[in-house]
């Protein structure tokens, strides 16, 4: 449906800025257009399989090192 594809962007959207700023979690969801940030860690769990802290860390660690 079109709610879960307009999702699926956001969290794109998301990771985007995870990746690339140091913008907080709580700022980035509301970045994106996610105004409950419980409803953002839920649906960045389900989409990725890791939390958005998680998912910086792993990122970050990854392009420091290669």
């Excluded at 307009?6 to 700022?27: P, V």
């Excluded at 649906?43 to 420091?64: A, G, I, S, V």
Aim: aromatic fraction near 16%.
């Amino acid at each position: 449906m079109w709610f879960q594809l307009r999702t699926r962007k956001r969290l794109e959207q998301a990771k985007y800025l995870l990746n690339s700023s140091s913008y907080s979690i709580a700022k980035i969801c509301n970045l994106v257009g996610i105004h409950n940030l419980n409803s953002f860690y839920t649906k960045f769990k389900e989409q990725y399989h890791m939390l958005p802290n998680d998912y910086r860390k792993k990122n970050y660690l990854n392009d420091t090192f290669i």
